[in-house]
């Protein structure tokens, strides 16, 4: 016999004491499952706000890549892939995917470098509270301000940090942002400086996490503090380096503020990235159905670049997480 | 935790009287807004206010209109003393300003869209008024209205300065017209007449003739000058860089600066269009063209012996080098003479700098067969109104026109800020008169001698080309000729690049 039997406890602990009627069946019989319209009636709510806010503006926006699209009562003419025709000869286009793959690598490369070898020497040492305050503090700036900031501080005419290039001997009479050849580098500057406080953070967290018996085991067996780092601290941070990556990836396909306060996609073009170049189409010339096959173009190939990082990432991670289970 | 008074307020007041309370401050408070949105649609009698001038002044107060314009002297002097409107006619107006790319980009987007949040707007005559054209209210019914007040000049021809009022009032269409002129700023050379002057002799003993700037100068001697600077200043003599040319990041003022010298050789246009009237179907371009490659060749040559950060200027931080005194010559437009006469901010005040024509075409250079001329264009901003505002808020909107573009207003502007006129009659006052001399209190009245008097009188003039793909032409241009001057591309790549580009516009 069961030693919580009904029958051994106390009167008060029965389930007629408390007015129960003790069913033959299983507690899961008790209710009948719901419906799935009932799932689905609930849902809907949820359902309907994440489409208006997500799905209609994507499905918009393919309706406006395939159509001349108008902003007033006009109707929109059907042009079908014609916008996307169009594309295929547009150089600046072209151009504008270059140097989209030139800033992003770019940019990216600095900040994880940076960022990872920042974290690393705030790791645990003593300042590392007051350090980090203050290496967050161009992260809180916004960027259309972080690029007014730059662009007086590149100035030709007043800026100091030009005054610095051209002491030093390396910019001669022009300033960063005045030559095609090194206006794209200015701008990755800014964005370095911003960002990588960002990496900075995200990398901490990962550092903490890292198992202190694997760091402890491998110094005893005699590994030095970089071998440490690459053996045993680098792969535990991989999940953590890949959403501070993800996260990077996908801004610098998108923000284009401080570009705009800085060159405003030039000179001659030169810093003209993509985004910059669907901005001027979508808002400058009103171009909204060719605007749209180009924000659908980026989109896609954000997606298919997010899935390849996320696939490159998973697998060490994975790796090292079961190496952590065994 | 937490201690809560025995008669707490919450607790007095039932669910159920509470949800009551809500349902009547809700239906109170979404009366009071149905209330203050009908009030402030505007719906008078026009016929009412016809009965004196006070009443024509006063038929819409209590309305309110919002003004979207750029960020220049009038908008500015407007702003300060729109006290003055309101107590003339009970209209409140608030006044935005920003840049003008930003104006262009709202005001175009509120257009297009069949909205009139800006019931006026700033009518930059290129970048807003040929792609917006259409979107404006007409105003010619509105000139004769005598339910309106009317300005005691009128609205012709003959009172705005020459071409101002085809500048940024008529698009396509002869019999239609979107704006008054409210902002005037026409290009004229800056120079520093005291380097020149310290400079002549060496000059002349390397060229031949002296080193000055009147309205005979031509592009070809702005480069010898230009040549001669730079080379004295590499081997360490205490001179500026003679030129820089507009670039940055602005299209427009890009376009603006190539088509100076392109129309002063032999007044070459983009297209064979009515360069005042504009066409909403431009033919084949002329760019590529022989003459067009020789001048791209020579805008290059210019800017290799200009200031080597020549690229990174736009407008305002042009004007900013040529202040800090670190370029003898700029073209610039005539509303920047004030900042460059301001000894507090500018190395070139104090009477170093004289005013002059744009370059002239060089003859030599001339392959088609026109006249030489002092190529001069402009950014003529107009006052329009939003043709999708009701028939009463364009109305409301007329009068804030009429009174922005007074002669009395632009007087107080140019003499408070430092405006530029539109209207001729501001010139006829003797103390606008004599500003143009030396030492002056109006700064920009200097520049009215190479503007007014010359610059803007055909055959100098350039206005267009008005087309309705007007930016993303000049976005063309810009980008194309900044690669030739950077050494990208050729001057006949970069022309014939232009062509290819924008035969396709329209």
Known sequence: MNEFDNSTKHPIFTDDAWGYVVSEKSPTELNEQPSKRFYWFLLTPAITLLAAITIYPFLWLIYMSLHE??????????????????LLTDAKFWDGWVLLAKYSSMCLSFEIILGVALAVILNNSKYEKVLITLFLMPMMVSPVVAGLLWFYLYNGTFGWYHWLFESLGILGGASILGRPETALIGIVIVDVWQWTPLITLITLAGLKRVPQDQLEASMVDGASPIRNFFSVSLPNIFPFLLIAILLRFMDNFRFIDAILALTGGGPAGSTKLLPVYLFDVSFTYFKLGRGGAIALTLLIVTIILGMILVKIFEDPARKQAMSNEN | MFHVPKNAIYKTVSRRKFLELGGRAALGLGAGALGVGLSSVITRNPVQAASSQDAKWRQYE??????????????????????????????????ITDGLPAVQQKVGIDLQSGNADFPVSYVQDKPIGSPFADYYADLTPMLGDDTLPQDIEGYGDGVWFENFLDACGRFYDRDRLIALP????????????????ANTKEFESEYGYRMEFTKDTTYKNMLDYCAFLKRKREAGGNVPYGYAQHHGSFAWTTQLDIQRMMFAHGRWLDWEIDDKLGSRTPPLSNWGDEQSVLIMQKFKDIADVSHPDNLANGTLELNTVYQSGDIAMQVQYHEFAASCEDEKTSKAAGGR???????????????????????????IGGIGINGNASEDVQRAAYIFCVYATSAKLQYDVLTGLGGTPTRKSVLELADVKAARQRPTTMPNALTFEAVYDHGIRDPHFVLGPKVPEANEYHSIVASETQRCVAGSASAKEACESIKAQIDNLH
């Open chain 2, 62 to 95: 209590g309305s309110k209109l919002v003004f979207m314009s750029e960020n220049t002297p009038p908008s500015f002097a407007i702003r300060d003393t729109i006290s003055k409107f309101y107590d003339l006619t009970g209209i409140e107006v608030e006044v």
């Open chain 2, 353 to 379: 700098t004289a005013y002059a024509p744009c370059p002239l075409g060089e003859s030599s250079w001339i392959v088609n067969g026109g006249p030489a001329v002092n190529g001069t264009n402009c950014g």
């Open chain 2, 182 to 197: 409210y902002d005037a700023a026409v290009a004229c050379t800056f120079y520093r007449q005291d380097i020149f002057e």
């Open chain 1, 69 to 86: 699209v108008k902003l007033g009562p006009v109707d929109d003419k059907w042009v079908g892939l014609d916008n996307y025709a169009k």
